[in-house]
C-alpha cells in the first residue's frame, strides 16, 4: 500500500500562482506515471497533468502553457507549479500514481485550490 499526501492548495487571485506538492510514502520510481487530477463541484475528475516513468509528460489543453508538472525520485515527491491561474482552475486536486496503463493505481486525499478575487 503506498500513501500519497497532498500540500500546497489554497486561496490565490485570478492571475497568480501556486505550488502543490504530493509526497508518496515510498519509491515513485516504480510506478508507471505520476500524475495530477482535478475535481471541480458538480464535475467529474479529470486529468490535469501526468508525467510517466520515462519522463515524458503531458497535459490537459486547458492547462498547457501555464502548468508544469515534475517531479525528483530522491524526495518520492511529484510538483505541480501552476501559473497564471483562473477561476475556472478551482477544484479539489488529486495526486495519482498510476500502476500500470488504464490502471488507476493509488489516490491522493486531495488538496483545495480556490481561484478568486
Known amino acids: 500500500q503506498v500513501q500519497l499526501v497532498e500540500s500546497g492548495g489554497g486561496l490565490v487571485q485570478p492571475g497568480g500562482s501556486l505550488g502543490l506538492s504530493c509526497t508518496a510514502s515510498?519509491?515513485?520510481?516504480?510506478?508507471?506515471?505520476m500524475g495530477w487530477y482535478r475535481q471541480a463541484p458538480g464535475k467529474q475528475r479529470e486529468l490535469v497533468a501526468r508525467?510517466?516513468?520515462?519522463?515524458?509528460?503531458n497535459y490537459a489543453d486547458s492547462v498547457k502553457g501555464r502548468f508544469t508538472i515534475s517531479r525528483d525520485n530522491a524526495k518520492n515527491t511529484v510538483y505541480l507549479q501552476m501559473n497564471i491561474l483562473k477561476p475556472e482552475d478551482t477544484a479539489v486536486y488529486y495526486c495519482?500514481?498510476?500502476?500500470?496503463?488504464?490502471?488507476?493505481?493509488?489516490w491522493g486525499q486531495g488538496t483545495k485550490v480556490t481561484v478568486s478575487s
Open positions: 495519482n500514481a498510476a500502476t500500470g496503463v488504464g490502471l488507476s493505481g493509488y
Open positions: 515510498g519509491s515513485i520510481g516504480r510506478f508507471y506515471a
Open positions: 508525467i510517466f516513468k520515462t519522463g515524458s509528460t
